[in-house]
């Protein structure tokens, strides 16, 4: 307030309705509040304290003040409680408690209830949402309900689902008009209020839209068989006080927004739980590349550029060899997860992992869309997930394959040139370089897929002519694009559970998948995980006896616990070494039952560093056990996981009839040392050697680089043309000619004696 001079607005002037004033003779004034007590001391405030009761104007105050405080002093005073703010100018004809009310909400109490009486509102109502009860409400409130959507300069849109369809052309219509807007369900035992949409450079409703839809994604069947244009509806579950509840508090953003007040929350979809009165906000983050609000052509022009890779230091403190530690990458990005508007719903543990390793899971797996859900409900994939030695590893891991698994989910704004593959020409490569199915497979592919689960399912033979979306990818050993079909790149959430829809001979699968806290560290991740699964390939399917490697040589606190924790399980724990052509350490941790019930698992790892690919075989073999095994119950029967394969291998295999799993007694065991490893303190030598050794097999290094811009952790897809997946993918070349060259057998394998289960993780 302005205190210049004796002359004042007319306006009375007192302390803020919100605050009470106690003075305390020959002490202090003391000034209370629902923010706190303040403190005021001098024999100039004390006297003035009854006079600024809100029952005078400024020039009253002056005129009433004792004679020993001179009108400069009344007016320094005032000006410093001013500043304060604990004086200000009231007006008689407002309710105080309203006027205080506004005063705590920072907004003021006269300029808050002159916005109020001065911005006209409008009511949408959706579908059956009550909108009489809204406006009714909005009248009791004071606010001043607009005479038509022109006229009026906010809404209020009261809706029964937030996927609401009707929706999209609400939001364009105000973002044209731009003029903001408070969203809010209706019904539920869950009250939904916010965001306030059309707020500059804030999010649309497209960007909540694209959020809430992937959280939904199991319905997507349903709602595609029922030829729902909108979500598919729930049965009501409500209550008279909780659809009150939900009126008042709609009702109040709104007047908090008109009146003026700003903060945080109004970003965000405020859900409160009316069963627990648990409440939350979900922030809305505005995604750059939203059709509505941002540029969509964003990723497609991204995917035009060369991938570089740049000098990348590796973290020192346990980052396992990344750009960035487990603790410093949670800490950038763990706001992706949040069941509402994040990427990723939910990073949980799941208890029971064996001594020495931790286990996370992180929501429904993305790379499993459009298959059966028969096919893979309950198996091991149908999830994400993550494993690590410490929790902090494994929650990154988790929340890192959860967002991967988001970033290569085909999304519409890809880079996408429609065309044939005889009409592209070599810059295309035929599907089947990388998928490397057998002719046999496609010819026997009926047979095959009735015998098999949806994961191994071979589609039809590519047809070269037939129109199809081909997307670039930048080839590292040739410094040019190539062109591989764009379903073979993306989890396509629309194709169905059959093979062939929307192309034949299309399909995705997540191998060089891989996110990283630089493009760097994700290529090296993608690129080793490409090495891993050829190798698990190699061994799996040509079941040569591979030496073990020496566990008590590698002298790792983690593992002497890991070793101790699987014999208190009653198991026994040994690794295999798998390292192929490439000399990148690959190993198989094994474990079974001691019992008559050996329930074999396994997990893979590799990397350049051993000790590192040790670690990795190690923690994710924990993700493969069967249900109940660590909690001490591995005796009894297993209970089905929906993976016919899987139930299968822990019901029948055993080291007698899978001697491959087995240790060659007549190889020596490898430690350390055994492995040509030289470290390096930069993830750009890794993938320049990586470079090398792909070149000199004759073989191409290619990057997709998936990384959304609404995300920020990047992602990349690293292909291989050549190398095998550990899916049964059984045209010839190394499958059967590295086992040779190494030495791991006499000659090729017969396609009789390859190994007849396919592997299922």
Not at 107 to 121: H, I, K, N, Q
Not at 254 to 280: E, F, H, I, N
Not at 532 to 540: G, I, K, S
Request: with cysteine; aromatic share 6%.
């Amino acid at each position: 307030m302005t205190v210049a001079g004796r002359s004042s607005s007319g306006l009375r002037v007192g302390f803020k309705r919100h605050l009470r004033v106690d003075v305390v003779p020959d002490e202090a004034v003391y000034v209370l509040s629902e923010q706190g007590t303040t403190v005021l001391h001098g024999a100039g405030v004390r006297d003035l304290v009854p006079l600024l009761d809100g029952s005078r104007t400024l020039d009253g105050v002056l005129a009433d003040a004792p004679p020993h405080l001179p009108p400069v002093e009344v007016c320094e005073l005032i000006g410093e409680l001013a500043r304060a703010d604990l004086v200000g100018y009231r007006d008689p004809a407002v309710d105080p408690a309203v006027e205080a009310y506004w005063e705590l909400a920072g907004v003021g109490g006269p300029g808050a209830l002159a916005s109020v009486r001065a911005t006209p509102v409008e009511v949408v109502a959706l579908g059956n949402a009550d909108g009489s009860a809204v406006r009714e409400e909005c009248r009791a409130a004071g606010l001043q309900l607009a005479g038509s959507a022109r006229s009026a300069a906010f809404s209020v849109v009261v809706c029964e689902d937030y996927l609401d369809p009707a929706l999209a052309e609400l939001d364009r219509a105000r973002r044209a008009a731009r003029q903001p807007w408070l969203l809010a369900r209706s019904g539920g035992p869950e009250v939904w209020v916010g965001p306030v949409f059309g707020v500059p450079d804030g999010p649309c409703w497209r960007c909540l839209q694209h959020r809430l839809r992937g959280h939904r994604s199991s319905q997507a069947a349903v709602q595609q068989a029922l030829g729902l244009a909108g979500p598919v509806p729930l049965p009501p579950a409500s209550l008279a006080a909780v659809r009150m509840l939900a009126l008042h508090t709609t009702v109040l953003e709104a007047l908090k927004w008109v009146a003026g007040m700003r903060y945080p929350g109004q970003r965000a979809v405020c859900r409160l739980d009316t069963r627990t009165l648990a409440s939350r906000h979900h922030e809305v983050p505005r995604r750059p590349q939203c059709p509505g609000c941002g540029d969509p052509g964003l990723v497609g022009r991204g995917l035009s550029r060369p991938v570089v890779p740049v000098s990348r230091p590796k973290a020192d403190g346990g980052g396992n060899d990344r750009a960035m530690t487990p603790a410093a990458a949670l800490e950038r990005y763990r706001h992706l997860v949040d069941p509402i508007t994040g990427v990723v719903a939910e990073v949980r543990p799941v208890p029971g992992a064996p001594s020495g390793s931790r286990r996370y899971v992180s929501g429904r797996n993305l790379a499993l869309a459009g298959r059966s859900l028969a096919a893979v409900r309950g198996g091991l994939r149908s999830h994400s997930g993550g494993k690590g030695v410490t929790a902090q590893e494994a929650e990154m891991s988790a929340l890192g394959e959860a967002v991967e698994r988001y970033c290569g989910t085909r999304q519409g704004d890809e880079a996408v040139v429609r065309d044939t593959l005889t009409s592209l020409g070599s810059q295309a490569l035929h599907p089947n370089e990388c998928q490397l199915y057998a002719d046999w497979q496609f010819a026997e592919r009926g047979r095959w897929n009735a015998a098999h689960d949806a994961l191994q399912a071979v589609p039809a033979p590519f047809d070269t002519r037939a129109l199809t979306d081909w997307t670039p990818v930048w080839s590292l050993t040739a410094g040019a694009h190539r062109l591989l079909p764009t379903r073979m790149l993306y989890f396509d959430p629309d194709a169905g559970a059959d093979p062939d829809a929307h192309g034949p001979g299309l399909t995705a699968d997540s191998n060089g998948n891989a996110a990283g806290t630089s493009l760097e560290d994700a290529v090296v991740q993608g690129f080793l995980e490409v090495v891993e699964r050829d190798a698990v390939a190699l061994w799996w399917y040509n079941r040569p006896r591979r030496p073990a490697v020496d566990l008590d040589a590698f002298d790792e606190p983690w593992l002497a616990e890991a070793r101790a924790g699987y014999a208190r399980l009653g198991r026994e724990l040994w690794v295999l070494d798998l390292t192929a052509d490439l000399g990148i350490p690959v190993m198989a941790a094994v474990s079974r039952r001691t019992g008559p019930a050996e329930r074999i698992s396994f997990g893979f790892g590799a990397h350049t560093d051993p000790r590192r690919a040790l670690r990795r075989a190690v923690t994710e073999m924990c993700q493969l056990l069967p249900p109940g095994e660590a909690a001490g119950d591995g005796n009894g029967p297993c209970a089905p996981t929906g993976n016919a394969a899987l139930d299968a291998w822990w019901r029948h295999a055993t080291v007698r009839n899978q001697p491959f799993l087995v240790p060659d007694a007549g190889q020596s065991a490898l430690g350390p040392s055994a492995y040509d490893h030289r470290p390096r303190g930069d993830l750009r030598e890794d993938i320049e050697d990586f470079e090398s050794l792909v070149r000199a097999r004759g073989m191409e290094l290619l990057v997709l680089d998936q990384t959304r811009p609404d995300v920020g952790l990047p992602v990349v897809k690293v292909i291989v043309p050549g190398m095998r997946h550990f899916w049964a993918r059984l045209a010839p070349g190394r499958l059967f000619d590295v086992p040779v060259e190494l030495g791991w057998l006499d000659r090729r394998t017969r396609r009789a004696d390859l190994n007849p289960v396919p592997l299922f993780v």
